[in-house]
């Protein structure tokens, strides 16, 4: 069976914990991947309605303006999408969930044990582990699918990420001395009307291992529960 390679071009990192998330936003501060079709700008892995469930989420190609899902603006079918998980604590990527377009669909493959040999920059699609598939979802439309007890998305959707774009410029260029930051109430959300391609897959926590501990503290300390350490990858077709 024919196999592609694909080259890393950027990495965002995010931990997951039972009850709680935490994201790692990008948000076009890469030079190498700016205004491209593999550009990450966050993750986000928490808990899902069901708590046996994982839910992945990766957001690309942000801002983007309403409207402006366009041929420019779409998932490219020579990037591949990986949500990496660490289910030992070691930092290193035991399972990965693949997922690629190919015309108006997302597949999507895995969870799939990566081997030592496997780990880091590039990889091979894992065909043999076909997870589900999904229609890509246009503006204005929700459709997702379920396979094996994994559900699956694909589309545009409204940028979660909250920042005061116009205030933070003014603070690193000193206009805003003494004041700062504005208070919640003044601050002004810069991402409030924007878009980004979002890539969502839940998964039944028995697909992903055991959680090690969390990584600020043993089980208890602080009511921190395990985590899995998790990244998203994007990787270009060589």
């Known amino acids: 069976?024919?196999?592609?390679?694909f080259y890393a071009l950027l990495g965002g990192v995010g931990i997951l914990a039972a009850s709680i998330f935490l994201i790692a936003a990008d948000h076009i501060d890469s030079p190498s991947v700016a205004n491209s079709t593999s550009d990450i700008a966050d993750l986000y892995a928490f808990e899902g309605?069901?708590?046996n469930n994982t839910v992945f989420v990766a957001t690309m190609q942000g801002p983007l303006s309403p409207g402006s899902v366009t041929e420019n603006?779409?998932?490219?079918?020579?990037?591949?999408?990986?949500?990496?998980?660490?289910?030992?604590?070691?930092f290193k990527e035991d399972l990965v969930i693949q997922?690629?377009?190919?015309?108006?669909?997302?597949?999507f493959f895995g969870?799939?044990?990566?081997?030592?040999?496997?780990?880091?920059l590039n990889s091979?699609?894992?065909?043999?582990?076909?997870?589900?598939?999904?229609?890509v979802s246009e503006e204005g439309e929700t459709i997702t699918s379920s396979n094996n007890g994994m559900t699956f998305f694909a589309?545009?959707?409204?940028?979660?990420?909250?920042?005061d774009f116009n205030q933070f410029n003014e603070v690193v260029s000193g206009n805003a001395a003494p004041a700062g930051f504005l208070p919640e109430g003044q601050a002004s959300d810069?991402?409030?009307?924007?878009?980004?391609?979002?890539?969502v897959v839940e998964v039944p926590n028995s697909l992903l291992g055991d959680a090690p501990s969390h990584v600020a503290g043993a089980v208890g300390i602080n009511g921190l529960p395990n985590a899995y350490n998790v990244w998203v990858t994007t990787k270009r077709k060589q």
């Open 1 to 5: 069976m024919k196999k592609t390679k």
């Open 49 to 51: 309605d069901n708590p």
């Open 73 to 90: 603006a779409i998932f490219d079918e020579d990037v591949l999408v990986e949500f990496n998980i660490d289910n030992t604590g070691d």
């Open 99 to 107: 997922a690629i377009r190919r015309d108006s669909v997302m597949y």
């Open 111 to 120: 969870p799939s044990v990566v081997s030592e040999a496997q780990q880091g």
């Open 124 to 135: 091979e699609i894992y065909i043999d582990d076909f997870a589900g598939q999904v229609e």
């Open 155 to 163: 589309g545009p959707r409204r940028d979660p990420f909250y920042f």
């Open 190 to 199: 810069f991402f409030a009307n924007l878009n980004v391609l979002a890539i």
